[in-house]
């Protein structure tokens, strides 16, 4: 590749026209080394580079930057939930037609909850980051968010955006969902492990969980000031991560860590909670549902899709939880969060239509370009009685779903299917922390090419 090539597909990115995260822009030209070198020189932010904290590109304000889709929807702190999903009796704040697109600049909860003082420009001030790049509407939710009273120790740390309301969704339809941008807003994310959560997380009654000594049980239990009541002592742990050249970066002492970035939205729903109430148990943006929800499957980023079954008139679409990273099975409790820019076409599918697979008019579903994806849920009915973190029935519900689909939408039997699935597909575990846990499967899609 040429450095003027380099230059010009540095400094396109560095502007933000016609825009992807810079790990998409190194993979399209097959030789990132040369952009990455260039775009340091074309950078133009002035921020401190404290704590490793970086600008690759300009921070994409509301209403700033490309804008691709039919539909444009901000997260206006009047508008959003923060901790809870919308419910079918929910209005909406959007309507769009099937087959259309819509363009939403999510907010990552990260940087402006309790715990971290919600003050976003204070907290992200501490890590070198200048004001100008802390986003203006995660200023407005943590200064003027009022719709539902915030309780820390109960609701759900996400701030929800929606819902859109497709015109032509009845319940028993299946709303399809293709991600078409998946675009990081800010060069830096925060991966955040707290006291009683995460795969490592003390139980409440003060002993570990099974498998672990209290010694292990991370953050470590002397650090839990959870008794204080002040969430800003509760001793939670948050790891700032820059952005540099498309990879996340953690440092630690002297030495530093660098992963790809791999954006997507944890949180991609449609409305399911029967209950009136906004803030009803089952409403809780926590745990995944029939609905969707906070599924957290890494593979749905750009160019996936997912299924979910409507149980609402126009089904009420929301998204929240913005991933710029995560890893299977998210440990520690949150990936690596940061505000996202996502598009989406939205498509009702009709039953007994062929738009969609057969095990979607019951439970979500997805695929990407190489894979269908079968998703297993423990306890898919939402936050009510006594919540099920079984992976094991998580498991089982996906490989049930995968043949299904192998029986119904391929024509396989199913002695054959169950056979198949144990030969070569993968089942991982989508993620252990979300209180309903969940296990997805990968069927490629190559191996039934005529």
Not at 363 to 383: N, Q, R
Request: hydrophobic content about 40%; proline content about 6%.
């Amino acid at each position: 590749m040429s450095e003027s090539f380099a230059r010009d597909a540095a400094e396109t990115i560095s502007r933000g026209i016609g825009r992807r995260d810079f790990v998409r822009a190194v993979a399209a030209v097959g030789a990132g080394a040369g952009i990455a070198t260039t775009l340091g020189a074309c950078t133009t932010k002035d921020t401190p580079q404290a704590a490793g904290a970086t600008t690759d590109f300009d921070v994409l304000q509301p209403g700033q930057g490309e804008i691709t889709g039919d539909h444009y929807l901000q997260s206006d702190p009047d508008q959003v939930l923060w901790g809870y999903v919308p419910t079918v009796h929910a209005a909406a704040v959007m309507r769009m037609k099937s087959g259309q697109t819509v363009t939403i600049d999510t907010v990552s909860h990260e940087g402006i909850l309790e715990d971290q003082g919600r003050n976003p420009v204070e907290y992200f001030a501490a890590e070198g980051v200048d004001e100008g790049d802390v986003l203006q509407d995660a200023i407005a939710v943590a200064a003027d968010y009022r719709r539902t009273h915030r309780n820390f120790d109960k609701d759900g740390p996400h701030v929800v955006t929606g819902p859109v309301f497709v015109e032509g969704a009845q319940p028993g339809d299946v709303l399809k969902i293709e991600t078409l941008q998946a675009i990081p807003r800010v060069p830096y994310g925060v991966v955040s492990s707290r006291h009683g959560k995460g795969a490592l997380g003390c139980k409440a009654d003060g002993t570990p969980p099974a498998g672990i000594t209290l010694d292990e049980v991370m953050p470590p239990v002397a650090t839990d000031g959870r008794p204080s009541a002040n969430p800003t002592q509760y001793g939670n742990v948050s790891t700032f991560t820059a952005v540099e050249d498309g990879h996340g970066v953690m440092s630690y002492g002297d030495a530093r860590v660098r992963f790809p970035l791999a954006p997507f939205m944890g949180m991609m729903g449609v409305a399911y909670s029967q209950d009136r109430e906004m803030t009803a148990a089952s409403a809780n943006s926590i745990p995944p549902t029939l609905g969707g929800g906070n599924i957290d499957i890494r593979l749905l980023g750009e160019g996936s899709t997912l299924y979910l079954p409507v149980f609402a008139e126009g089904a009420l679409f929301y998204v929240g939880d913005p991933h710029m990273a995560m890893g299977d099975g998210e440990a520690a409790l949150t990936a690596m969060e940061g505000s996202l820019r996502g598009t989406y076409r939205l498509t009702v599918c009709k039953p007994g239509s062929g738009d969609a697979p057969s095990v979607a008019y019951a439970y979500p579903f997805a695929e990407t370009g190489d894979a269908w994806v079968p998703i297993g849920l423990s306890d898919p009915d939402g936050s009510i009685g006594e919540q099920g973190s079984d992976l094991g029935i998580a498991m089982r519900r996906a490989v049930v779903n995968a043949l299904d689909f192998l029986e119904t939408d391929q024509g396989m039997d199913r002695a054959t299917a169950y056979a198949y699935l144990s030969a070569t597909s993968n089942f991982t575990i989508s993620q252990v922390v979300d209180r309903t846990v969940g296990v997805h499967g990968q069927i490629f899609k190559s191996h039934f090419a005529a």
